[in-house]
């Protein structure tokens, strides 16, 4: 690791310790630093419901705040925050107790020309994934963008590994038939 590497991590920790002692401005640095990553992965767990994610990302950031005394330092800054933030989205979509089966229909999505600077091609991907129903969803956000292993995502969304196996596997099959492709 390169010097430059470990600069945005020693701040996040140095700007972690000041914040869990009240600081306020070191915890705008890290909101600053850390809140287009974290309202990336939320917007796409509340199914491109920029409002939601909005709430969601805020609800993450505040509970962050009041749960900095507790970060132990065991892991970056930023993963320990990304964790919160996913749990908050994970969370709010048990709370509603999304419906495993439906489709979001047309009308609870944003118009196009709500996501700016997205290609047509991302934009007509964004609106698929946003109709899957929420666990199907959130399956496939943590594995297919995040990176989750299906381990960790049935101990979040309290499911077998089998059933996110099956979850993702029927999330890729409705967004084929979304697209229009062949299965």
Aim: charged content about 25%.
């Amino acid at each position: 690791m390169t010097p430059a590497s470990t600069a945005p991590a020693t701040a996040d920790t140095e700007d972690a310790r000041a914040a869990a002692g009240g600081d306020r401005a070191a915890f705008q640095r890290l909101y600053r630093r850390h809140v287009g990553r974290i309202h990336g992965a939320v917007l796409r767990l509340a199914g491109y419901d920029h409002a939601r994610a909005e709430d969601l990302t805020q609800d993450a950031f505040v509970r962050a705040w009041q749960k900095l005394a507790g970060f132990r330092h065991d892991s970056a800054f930023g993963t320990w925050l990304y964790r919160l933030a996913v749990n908050v989205a994970l969370m709010d979509i048990r709370a509603r107790h999304a419906d495993p089966v439906g489709l979001m229909g047309d009308e609870s999505l944003p118009e196009p020309g709500d996501t700016p600077f997205c290609a047509a091609a991302r934009d007509e991907l964004e609106r698929a994934i946003a109709t899957l129903p929420p666990r199907a969803r959130a399956v496939l956000v943590l594995h297919d963008i995040e990176g989750w292993k299906h381990e960790d995502i049935g101990r979040e969304l309290d499911m077998a590994v089998g059933t996110s196996k099956a979850q993702l596997h029927r999330a890729r099959a409705l967004l084929r038939k979304l697209l229009g492709e062949t299965a």
